[in-house]
């Protein structure tokens, strides 16, 4: 049957909280809405809150203590390896109280999980990765307006090192294979390039990502990637707004994949049907 226009097909009416175009685009929401929109409106637009994975909490973790060790090298404070454990272990605590819960299996899970981090953080420090020198930035938050974008876009780099490279630090449980990540993370990096190039006019030489595995011994990978040329420039811009104009226009609907194995919203979305309205803001 073909639709009519009043109930075209991917229509889906679950839109109540979403009406308008979004005020700015990140490279983060982008990925988000491109990967499965309707995961996307589960998480950003209707909100439904789930437990935090253990794994991104840990991420979350790891990401302060390294910001805490950036953070005093640029402010030539105290950024002894002492420090930067207890800035890690303060994190894991807070943001249990703050963002949590965190789906641990149990208290043992939850220990495991956190010496996993601790090791990761040494591991770093230990590492030829670790910065030496004073960085540019620290958790730089830019907004932009970018040709070809009809909103701003926003960014937000962990670290600027003296010779404007932008690095991203990911957490990881496996060790990255080079080429899938830097064009797993393309929108993400060439989004910092272009906001570099219109906060500072300069353009950075590599567009960094540094690696920690979670393995039994961790390792620190950095994944560099030559700066983008106008193509890459041009690719990435068309699909920044592809996302805003799909946000816009309300288009939610799902996009089964190997991503759905991963996927907190399962439930929801085998519940979903064009023109159903979703509960309030709950907690699973
Ligand atoms: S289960 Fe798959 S298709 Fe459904 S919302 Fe999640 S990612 Fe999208």
């Known amino acids: 049957?073909?639709?009519?226009?009043?109930?075209?097909?991917?229509?889906?009416?679950?839109?109540?909280?979403?009406?308008t175009l979004p005020d700015h685009i990140s490279p983060s929401a982008a990925k988000t809405y491109l990967g499965c929109s309707l995961k996307f409106y589960f998480e950003r637009v209707a909100c439904i809150r789930k437990k935090t994975p253990s794994a991104l909490h840990l991420?979350?973790?790891?990401?302060?203590?390294?910001?805490?060790?950036?953070?005093?090298?640029?402010?030539?404070?105290?950024?002894?390896?002492e420090t930067i454990a207890a800035a890690y272990e303060k994190a894991f605590s807070d943001l249990e109280r703050d963002e949590g819960p965190v789906n641990f299996k149990n208290d043992g899970h939850r220990e495991e999980v956190r010496l996993d981090g601790l090791r990761v953080v040494a591991a770093y420090l230990d590492s030829p990765e670790a910065m030496k020198d004073k960085p540019r930035a620290v958790e730089v938050l830019l907004k932009e307006d970018i040709a070809g974008l009809s909103v701003p876009l926003t960014g937000a780099m962990d670290l600027v090192e003296g010779n404007y490279v932008p690095v991203d630090f990911k957490s990881a449980a496996a060790k990255p294979d080079k080429a899938h990540a830097a064009f797993d993370h393309e929108i993400q990096l060439v989004s910092y390039q272009l906001l570099m190039e219109a906060a500072t006019g300069e353009s950075p030489p590599s567009l960094d990502l540094v690696f920690l595995v979670k393995t039994k011994k961790p390792q620190v990978i950095r994944v560099s990637s030559p700066p983008a040329d106008a193509h890459r420039k041009r690719r990435v811009t068309a699909l920044l707004e592809t996302a805003v104009e799909g946000i816009a226009s309300n288009r939610f609907h799902p996009q089964p994949g190997m991503h759905c194995s991963w996927c907190q919203f399962r439930n929801e979305c085998m519940a979903w049907l064009p023109g159903q309205l979703l509960p309030e803001r709950k907690t699973a």
Do not use: C, N
Request: glycine fraction near 10%.
């Open 1 to 19: 049957m073909i639709s009519s226009v009043e109930e075209p097909p991917f229509t889906t009416g679950l839109t109540w909280y979403a009406g």
């Open 59 to 81: 991420g979350k973790a790891v990401h302060a203590a390294l910001q805490a060790f950036h953070l005093a090298r640029w402010r030539g404070t105290d950024d002894s390896a």
